[in-house]
């Protein structure tokens, strides 16, 4: 029997990118609640209670609630939100992180999917950290634009209604300046930092598309690396993936500009070592789809590990 899949709010943003990608799939049953019972609480817990998995596409409230509402009757979850990511018994959903995470997340019942930038940004640091290159204290900077979408149904509308009151009219802006941003927890859990790094995060007049931008200077890092120790780590821990790769040094060399839509419309991420050798100086960066990797096609693959596919 095919599994039944249940997607807890699935007319926002990331939950409409997941159907999309799910909608036409033999090998599970995907749940859809009526629309005018959306508002009905019995029948959202019963569709929770019935899934095999509930993908959450929720506020961090909200979700706590499904969870609360369905986690005895053996659902499974894939929780999109920022609630559980940190949490120690949520398996968290980059399966690309380290050794054994695939199979963690295929035999967890509480997955936490990664936010978009700190995709990008543990897709960088946590293997440099994990090989012993990256000091668990260096002070990090990391640095990020997106693409609007990720800010959801209500930036969507400031950035393409021109007309409305609270309409934003810059063709980019930083934002979280005062340097809390949501993701900064979940990088410093996962990449097993001791020193919160600053993060300084943008949005640029374009749907989708990221870049997470970390610039490390060799001579602050774990035995003075060359910048092709650097590249050959990454390259090393990724080394056979489907998902992310590692663009060679010498693509990375002649490119004048990177372009943060190259990898829309994709489930992948691609990753450069850049500068030049003997500058003792690198930027690593990484660019990926927000709503791909970044967040809807990232839940796919995480139900595709917990289904078995």
Known sequence: MAPKIFIDGEHGTTGLQIVSRLQDRADIELMSMPPEQRREADVRTKFL???????????????????ALAADAG????????????????????????EGQAARIAA??????????????????????????????????????????GGGKQ?????????????????????????????????????????????????????????????????????????AQVHASLAAHYAGSAVVEVAALSDAATLARLDPEEMTGTDRMKLYVCGKEGAGQVNLVASLDNLGK???????QNLDLMIGE
């Open 108 to 149: 967890a019942q509480f997955v936490s999917n990664p936010g978009c930038y700190s995709t990008g940004a543990l897709a960088l640091i946590a293997p440099l950290v994990a090989a012993g290159l990256l000091p668990a204290d260096y002070p990090l900077t990391i640095n990020g634009v997106s693409g609007y979408t």
């Open 294 to 300: 970044g967040a809807s096609g990232a839940a796919v």
């Open 49 to 67: 209670r019935e899934a095999d998995i509930a993908i959450l596409c929720l506020p961090d409230d909200a979700a706590r609630e499904a969870v």
């Open 155 to 227: 930036l969507i509308a400031q950035m393409e209604n021109a007309g409305q009151d609270d309409a934003i009219t810059a063709a980019y802006f930083a934002y979280a300046l005062t340097l809390g941003h949501k993701h900064v927890p979940e990088i410093v859990s996962h990449a097993g930092l001791t020193r919160k790094p600053i993060f300084t995060p943008a949005v640029g007049r374009f749907a989708q598309g990221m870049l997470v931008s970390v610039p490390l200077h060799l001579d602050l890092m774990t035995g003075i690396p060359s910048m």
């Open 75 to 98: 659902t499974r979850f894939i929780d999109a939100s920022t609630a559980h990511r940190i949490h120690p018994d949520w398996a968290f959903g980059f399966a690309e992180l380290c």
